[in-house]
């Protein structure tokens, strides 16, 4: 069994970087969880392949995009495609805002972190990535989170017990 | 917004440990995510007031068990009583099982994973914890995971649309 069948379903996020160049990028993730309360860290999970992972080493800053359940389709488009082919922004149809205090913009969503990097260290396969936040965007206070299984199958949460 | 509130739901892991003296101890954790596919190792964060940091700073070791949404009621127990006053896997009614690999037991439920502690690192108000997994022990390949909000507000998953 993979371990993404394992511990699931994930909420899944949009994580925005930005090149040496100034070129943003946009990746989903779901190997993603909060870390610290006050103040809020967050850590989450990518792989050395992902175009990502280049721009997150050279500016230590991300934003972290929260996505509600309506955006299923913007999740797959950023998870299928890499940056290096293709301008995933547009190809989704994303709306982006000036971030106030790093240099990769946020996603129109329901919430959207702007953090710092504190820590990018190697374990397996993947770089484990953590982020403190410097500033939070709340959009939507009450909101259904979309969750990620695998592929493309994709997951809502309920209040437990009420299955008809 | 508490960040709990915001990256939600998430998944119910028990992670048991085991002072130098032996005793085993018992806690609910939900900042929690996979981090790599293979070799497969896993996060969470604990607050270094809980018990159960003590152990994991002495021992390096722990097991991580997947919670189905029948576990609600020993979700609760583990997360709301401390071992320091209280046997809560006699409370909650677990079932263990010696571990292969590490001396914290496994307890009965879908999945549990025996884990050697390959970092333990302080972010804000808790610590971040990553774990290698040794061995796993698969009970149930299918099963619905518990999920959990915040406070004793849980939920379950289904598949994004099915919602009546």
């Known amino acids: 069994m993979r371990i993404s069948e394992q511990i ?23 190997f993603l969880m909060p870390v610290s309360f006050e103040p809020k860290y ?13 721009n997150l080493k050279e ?17 797959i488009i950023c998870g299928t495609y890499s940056g290096r082919e293709l301008d995933k922004f547009k190809k989704a149809n994303l709306i982006t805002e000036k971030s106030k205090l790093v240099s990769p913009p946020v996603i129109k969503c329901p919430i959207s972190f702007e953090c710092k990097i504190a820590e990018i260290k190697e374990y397996g396969d993947h770089f484990l990535i953590v982020g403190k ?13 979309l969750l990620h299984l695998n592929g493309s199958v994709f997951m809502e949460p309920i209040k437990l017990g009420n299955k008809v």
Do not use: C, D, H, Q
């Open 133 to 145: 936040v410097l500033k939070e965007w709340i959009r939507e206070e009450k909101f259904t989170p």
């Open 8 to 30: 699931f379903p994930r909420m899944v996020g949009l994580i925005v970087t930005l090149s040496k160049e100034g070129k943003a990028n946009v990746m989903t993730a779901s």
């Open 59 to 75: 500016r230590k800053e991300l934003t972290l995009n929260l996505l509600g359940k309506e955006m299923k389709e913007e999740a």
């Open 42 to 54: 967050i850590a989450f999970s990518v792989s050395p392949k992902r175009y990502t992972f280049k």
